[in-house]
């Protein structure tokens, strides 16, 4: 039994809204044999993880599980349970899961995490585990939780980080990681801010500089009149003594850089024992602060833009004696305890020993081998840092305005948004005055204190940072989103949306299937229809609004990147990629397409094809309102989504037409809109109508949607799309065809075109199904006169050949006589060679696979005969746009 691949899906995906894993497991001799026949297997199971019992299952009870498992299930789905109950155990919240098989003894079992690193190891821990019981070996649970805490430790957010991502959540705020420690991104594109702990984007780095340097904050602290203790850095221990004499009195010394009260030695009063802080301190840094000690209670003031948001007064770790155990002894017990942990992943942390420990003891004439007689209670350790085992208790509501605004200033002097000021006085709810002072300013203070106070009210200090960055009136981090996903169209529908928002003022990043665009600019090159791409564009600064082509596969195999968008648009849904991924039939296909509609926010619109029976089955799935899309006035769906008041875009005697109801906006005529070829492009007319849907959804105004549909260039800004260019007599389309349906569209637009007779270059991606590939070349077979078939050249899965040859049968089954078919593998040779056999007066039609390598054959056969291709932006023939029902074609029925 063992894991062959691990896939983590961080955002919505095809099987949960929520963050899911996929593990492939291949179950070995184990595959088809029950729970219920290993002898000894479920009791097992059920003392491993005593907490199963609190799984429903399918059952839908507490318990539902066991039974499951005592009945008799297959060890895919025990694995699935163990996974779930050993994040649970970390203190996750999940509870979904799923199990399928995929062929033979390998299945998919598919769990739902929090933290993705955690997530595997507990999957790997949780196999281990069953490998164990079922070879009848003892399974040390409490070894595998251990080094899965470690895990946690290393990988998942902080206690602070984890405060401002639920806060960020309560808001609505989207954000993700972008390391695999403590690195935010809160909001998308222009309106995000980053993140580190609880150091912000508006946090200024001088300030951060300033309070990392403990001398020269205190200097500037004190020039703004705020009272610190007197004292001086030394760089060398000679200076020690002199410096003991000037400040006469019990002592404090720390490094000049350094945190978490690390080398930190409070109330000196002996000279050895200051030689020996100035050592460890030293260790931090090699400069030291020596100052004036100042007696009182140790507090924390959070100061969040220049308000007191909590506060809390720190207490260095102590213990209780009782007469028989030693210091040590006893502090060994109190770091038994359940709620102190290592580092921050409790509300306690271990108290250390070390040598700070060592020393603060013997200034109270203790030693850790002490026996501490009974009820007699000693501090351990000097600093009340939690990170060093303090605790901490909420004084928010005690804390006088004098202190307050002290605390507002000193943070301000530091040059800090989000800080953290250390203060020493006998009671925060009194005016300082003369017997306290201001110790330091923190950056990026830690939040643990106030969310988990050992007495008192939990604070919460992420939401007035989150507040802080995102005030309530504000954007919230977001940025408008168009995600397009369909069969057919998407590309030039996000080329037609990018344009269309570029106009109205904003500054666009789009995903195509041709590359990554900010603004004007193309910033990767090739297929970017993924959920990777969608993240260089929200995680762009300068992006103001987003266009995103969301293609099935990335999808499939890693989910949506962003959590919702404001406009979720469906071009179609045809027979394509069928057989692959688990998708085997159009309901499949469907299925998947539906979660760019589930994601729309519940502001946000699906825009949906009308003409398209499939897409328009998706409106129920969407969380906000419908906006439909027609080529056909007529269209039944459309018709009644009218009579409900619902907004649609349709053809009306040639003119584009947006309408809420009864209420009706003529955008233009289309023959204004060089896309549509003069009606001639059919399947464009219905990107475009697709498209101005979009931008209307989004909120875009009509005269800023027709002006940019009017001055859209196909040739400059959707360039192998359909596009017509006339050599010396000829004309050459270049388009990129797909599927059967796709090459349908495009020789419908031929039809109206000048030659009576085309020649064609055909090929299509290998990953299809047989008869899929068939289909196309049958497709080609009925309506080209000569035909040049090529290959791509990444055929995964494939032989050499093996592609031309299905397209060759579908070819002669048209029937299409086989004299003028021909195989030329290349794709740059196919299009010389069919070129060259061009006559005038005849036109070529390229499918291609790659543009650049197409248009740059046509550009030299071209120059060889002396001639420029011309780009054609009008036909010959009068304009055909429908404002009826498209003619029906017995050969556009599926054989």
Request: charged letters at 25%.
């Amino acid at each position: 039994m063992r894991i062959e691949t691990v896939r983590h899906f961080p955002q919505r995906n095809i099987h949960n809204h929520r963050p899911v894993m996929e593990l492939d497991v291949d179950l070995g001799k184990w595959d088809g044999v029950l729970s219920s026949e290993i002898d000894g297997f479920c009791d097992a199971v059920a003392a491993a993880l005593p907490t199963l019992r609190e799984h429903h299952c399918s059952r839908g009870h507490p318990g539902g599980f066991i039974e499951r498992l005592r009945a008799g299930t297959l060890l895919g789905h025990v694995l699935e349970h163990v996974v779930l109950e050993l994040q649970a155990l970390l203190g996750y919240d999940v509870i979904y899961g799923k199990t399928r098989r995929l062929r033979g003894s390998r299945y998919r079992i598919v769990a739902e995490y929090e933290c993705e690193e955690v997530a595997e190891a507990a999957a790997r821990s949780g196999l281990k585990m069953m490998l164990c019981m079922l070879e009848e070996r003892e399974v040390d649970r409490c070894s595998v939780l251990r080094e899965l805490k470690r895990v946690q430790a290393r990988y998942d957010l902080g206690p602070s980080t984890r405060a401002l991502v639920q806060a960020a959540k309560r808001r609505g705020v989207p954000h993700f990681r972008l390391n695999d420690r403590s690195l935010l991104q809160l909001g998308y594109g222009s309106e995000q801010k980053r993140m580190q702990a609880t150091i912000t984007g508006d946090t200024r780095c001088l300030g951060v500089d300033i309070a990392s340097d403990k001398a020269l904050s205190k200097k500037l602290l004190e020039e703004g009149g705020v009272p610190v203790p007197a004292g001086v850095a030394v760089e060398d221990a000679d200076e020690l003594g002199k410096v003991a004499l000037q400040l006469d009195g019990p002592l404090a010394v720390k490094p000049r850089r350094g945190n978490q009260g690390a080398g930190v030695s409070l109330g000196i009063a002996d000279f050895e024992d200051l030689k020996a802080a100035h050592r460890l301190a030293a260790e931090i840094d090699s400069e030291v602060i020596v100052e004036r000690f100042i007696p009182g209670k140790q507090y924390r003031v959070l100061v969040v833009a220049d308000e007191v948001v909590a506060a809390s007064l720190r207490r260095p770790p102590g213990i209780a004696g009782d007469g028989k155990s030693t210091i040590l002894q006893l502090i060994e017990e109190e770091n038994s305890r359940p709620d102190r942990g290592e580092g921050h992943e409790s509300s306690l942390t271990v108290i250390p020993v070390d040598q700070m420990m060592v020393l603060s003891l013997r200034r109270r004439g203790l030693s850790l081998s002490f026996v501490l007689p009974e009820g007699r209670r000693v501090r351990v350790r000097d600093e009340a840092n939690l990170s060093t085992g303090g605790t901490a208790v909420d004084v928010t509501d005690h804390i006088h305005p004098q202190n307050a605004s002290l605390a507002r200033r000193a943070a301000r002097i530091t040059g800090l948004d989000v800080a953290g000021v250390d203060i020493v006085t006998d009671d925060i709810s009194r005016p300082m005055n003369d017997e306290g002072a201001v110790i330091e300013v923190n950056a990026a203070p830690g939040l643990r204190m106030h969310l988990s106070p050992t007495e008192g009210r939990s604070r919460d200090a992420g939401l007035a940072i989150v507040d802080h960055l995102f005030p309530r009136d504000s954007s919230r981090g977001r940025i408008p989103i168009i995600a397009v996903t369909g069969s057919n169209g998407k590309t030039t529908v996000v080329r037609l949306l990018q344009h269309i928002l570029t106009e109205a003022g904003y500054s666009v990043g789009a995903t195509t299937t041709d590359g990554v665009y900010i603004g004007d600019q193309r910033i990767m090159r090739g297929d970017s229809a993924g959920p990777r791409s969608a993240r260089v564009v929200l995680g762009d600064p300068a992006v103001e609004a987003a266009v995103l082509e969301t293609a099935r596969g990335g999808m499939i195999r890693s989910g949506l990147f962003f959590d919702c968008c404001d406009v979720g648009l469906v071009t179609n849904i045809t027979g394509d990629h069928l057989g692959q991924d688990g998708v085997e039939t159009l309901d499949d296909l469907v299925s998947v397409k539906s979660l760019v509609v589930e994601a729309v926010a519940p502001w946000g619109r699906a825009v949906l094809n009308a003409d398209d029976a499939r897409a328009i089955r998706l409106a129920h799935r969407c969380p906000g309102e419908s906006v439909l899309f027609s080529a056909q006035e007529d269209n039944l769906s459309l018709m009644q989504h009218k009579r409900t008041d619902g907004a649609g875009v349709y053809v009306s005697g040639g003119r584009l037409v947006w309408a809420r109801g009864r209420r009706l906006v003529s955008l233009m005529h289309l023959s204004d809109a060089p896309l549509t070829f003069a009606g001639v492009a059919q399947h464009n007319v219905q990107n475009l109508t697709g498209a101005a849907a979009g931008a209307l959804a989004l909120g875009i105004p009509a005269d800023v949607v027709a002006e940019a549909l009017h001055s859209f260039q196909p040739a400059e800004q959707n360039p192998g799309r359909f596009q017509v260019l006339s050599i010396d007599g000829r004309l050459v389309v270049i388009d990129y065809g797909h599927n059967r349906a796709g090459y349908a569209a495009t020789f419908r637009a031929l039809r109206h075109l000048p030659p009576d007779r085309w020649h064609g270059v055909i090929g299509v991606p290998g990953n299809r199904r047989d008869q899929d590939i068939s289909e196309v070349g049958r497709e080609a077979g009925r309506n080209l006169h000569h035909i040049t078939i090529k290959e791509d050249s990444e055929n995964p899965g494939r032989t050499p050949g093996e592609v031309c040859q299905l397209l060759l049968r579908g070819v002669l089954r048209a029937p299409h006589p086989e004299e003028r078919t021909r195989i030329v593998p290349d794709e740059g040779e196919a299009v010389m060679r069919a070129l060259d056999d061009l006559p005038r007066g005849a036109g070529l039609v390229v499918f291609y696979e790659k543009y650049k390598t197409v248009y740059e054959a046509v550009r030299v056969w071209a120059r060889d005969l002396g001639e420029v291709p011309e780009p054609v932006v009008q036909p010959k023939d009068e304009p055909q746009f429908s404002s009826g029902r498209q003619e029906s074609r017995s050969d556009e029925r599926t054989p």
